[in-house]
């Protein structure tokens, strides 16, 4: 199998370890991992504040880069949603995207639905609280959502439960927002920052060494707040936690 590999512009600038990590757990699987160097921003940042027509040509170069993939790879649920949800006004009538959108997955999703994967030959011995993003969680369901009144497998999870020695703690508010939310972080930061230290209160309380993620930018907002208070958590992407890569604690 030969996937593309798409990198959100948090990666890409901040965290490239990130992207790393998910090249080595898609080759570990022996896939052929592709990074289209020509690849740019998925136009997330534009939607998101209405500027619709500067989203536009972001969308048309996506689709012009990533079509011909067999399967888009993203270790972003944001990012994978845009494309899968909110692309739909650009291309209504092209048979090429109707193919891509059913065919971009975010990393966790594509290991449990595509791959199949049983096992995780990593050893992580931390106790760890898992952050739901809301693009994950609500557009993509990744897990369970508390406002439908219903459960299903979470697809995070699992893959978390394969990872010898971690310990998944369990938080009072498992789906609430951190605040971060793009451009609203922006426009309304005292909110922001009160929804991200209610998170991360969260998992201070239910004992959480590593507070982990799908989203790159999530992480980012709650370890400003994490440092801003020399508090006693880290944040690790689920990429590099099931990549195996080292992390100290303490």
Same mark, same amino acid.
């Given at each position: 199998?030969?996937?593309?590999?798409?990198?959100?512009?948090?990666?890409?600038?901040?965290?490239?370890?990130?992207?790393?990590?998910?090249?080595?757990?898609?080759?570990?699987?022996?896939?052929?991992?592709?990074?289209?160097?020509?690849?740019?921003?998925?136009?997330?940042?534009?939607?998101?504040?209405?500027?619709?027509?500067?989203?536009?040509?972001?969308?048309?170069?996506?689709?012009?880069?990533?079509?011909?993939?067999?399967?888009?790879?993203?270790?972003?649920?944001?990012?994978?949603?845009?494309?899968?949800?909110?692309?739909?006004?650009?291309?209504?009538?092209?048979? @090429?995207?109707? *193919? +891509?959108?059913?065919?971009?997955?975010?990393? =966790?999703?594509?290991?449990?639905? %595509?791959? $199949?994967?049983?096992?995780?030959?990593?050893?992580?011995?931390?106790?760890?609280?898992?952050?739901?993003?809301?693009?994950?969680? @609500?557009?993509? *369901? +990744?897990?369970?959502?508390?406002?439908?009144? =219903?459960?299903?497998?979470?697809? %995070?999870? $699992?893959?978390?439960?394969?990872?010898?020695?971690?310990?998944?703690?369990?938080?009072?508010?498992?789906?609430?927002?951190?605040?971060?939310?793009?451009?609203?972080?922006?426009?309304?930061?005292?909110?922001?920052?009160?929804?991200?230290?209610?998170?991360?209160?969260?998992?201070?309380?239910?004992?959480?060494?590593?507070?982990t993620a799908t989203d790159a930018s999530c992480?980012?907002?709650?370890?400003?707040?994490?440092?801003?208070?020399?508090?006693?958590?880290?944040?690790?992407?689920?990429?590099?936690?099931?990549?195996?890569?080292?992390?100290?604690?303490?």
């Amino acid at each position: 199998m030969r996937v593309g590999l798409f990198i959100p512009c948090y990666v890409d600038q901040f965290y490239p370890q990130i992207g790393m990590a998910t090249v080595k757990i898609l080759e570990r699987l022996g896939i052929e991992v592709d990074f289209p160097e020509a690849q740019t921003c998925c136009g997330q940042p534009m939607a998101n504040t209405g500027c619709l027509d500067d989203t536009r040509p972001l969308a048309e170069r996506f689709l012009e880069i990533f079509s011909d993939y067999e399967h888009v790879v993203c270790p972003s649920g944001s990012c994978v949603s845009m494309v899968r949800n909110h692309y739909e006004n650009y291309f209504q009538t092209d048979a @090429r995207y109707e *193919r +891509l959108k059913t065919h971009t997955w975010e990393l =966790c999703e594509f290991l449990v639905d %595509v791959m $199949k994967v049983e096992s995780i030959p990593v050893r992580f011995p931390h106790r760890v609280g898992l952050h739901s993003s809301c693009h994950g969680l @609500r557009e993509l *369901r +990744l897990d369970s959502c508390s406002e439908l009144m =219903c459960s299903q497998p979470s697809k %995070v999870r $699992k893959l978390l439960d394969m990872v010898d020695a971690l310990e998944l703690v369990e938080l009072k508010r498992s789906d609430e927002c951190c605040g971060f939310g793009g451009t609203f972080a922006v426009a309304e930061e005292a909110v922001s920052v009160l929804m991200g230290a209610d998170r991360v209160a969260d998992h201070i309380s239910a004992g959480a060494e590593v507070m982990t993620a799908t989203d790159a930018s999530c992480l980012m907002h709650m370890e400003g707040i994490i440092r801003r208070r020399k508090l006693p958590l880290r944040t690790m992407h689920i990429a590099e936690i099931l990549a195996g890569d080292p992390i100290t604690v303490g």
